[in-house]
């Protein structure tokens, strides 16, 4: 049974900096895509961001490009979000995920449905 945990989430004020953690169990981590994915109140679950099987690769969605950094410690077994210049329109909870595969690339790491395995979520609050 693969278990998905973050940490890390709370209140920030604009322009601020958060560090969000996933620690994985259950199946080998390093096999597989890992995915960060947001959702604000009434708004759709939104992909953020995904690092390849050995962090080769990352991918961004365009609102968070150059202001948050995805990383992986395989040894840890957890992926993590550095989120800097943090917006207002940043709020929401911020859901970890591990894909099927071990490698995507460009619009394909974002797919949700690629997605097996998701965490309970960490709030993300950032204010004006």
């Known amino acids: 049974q693969v278990q998905l945990v973050e940490s890390g989430g709370g209140l920030v004020q604009a322009g601020g900096s958060l560090r969000l953690s996933c620690a994985a169990s259950?199946?080998?981590?390093?096999?597989?895509?890992m995915g960060w994915f947001r959702q604000a109140p009434g708004k759709k679950r939104e992909f953020v961001a995904a690092?390849?099987?050995?962090?080769?690769?990352?991918y961004y969605a365009d609102s968070v490009k150059g202001r948050f950094t995805i990383s992986r410690d395989n040894a840890k077994n957890t992926v993590y979000l550095q989120m800097n210049s943090l917006k207002p329109e940043d709020t929401a909870v911020y859901y970890c995920?591990?894909?099927?595969?071990?490698?995507?690339?460009?619009?394909?790491?974002?797919?949700?449905?690629?997605?097996?395995?998701w965490g309970q979520g960490t709030q993300v609050t950032v204010s004006s």
């Open positions: 690092i390849t099987w050995n962090g080769g690769r990352t």
């Open positions: 995920a591990q894909s099927g595969n071990s490698y995507c690339s460009g619009a394909g790491c974002g797919r949700i449905w690629e997605y097996n395995y």
């Open positions: 259950g199946r080998t981590f390093s096999n597989y895509v």
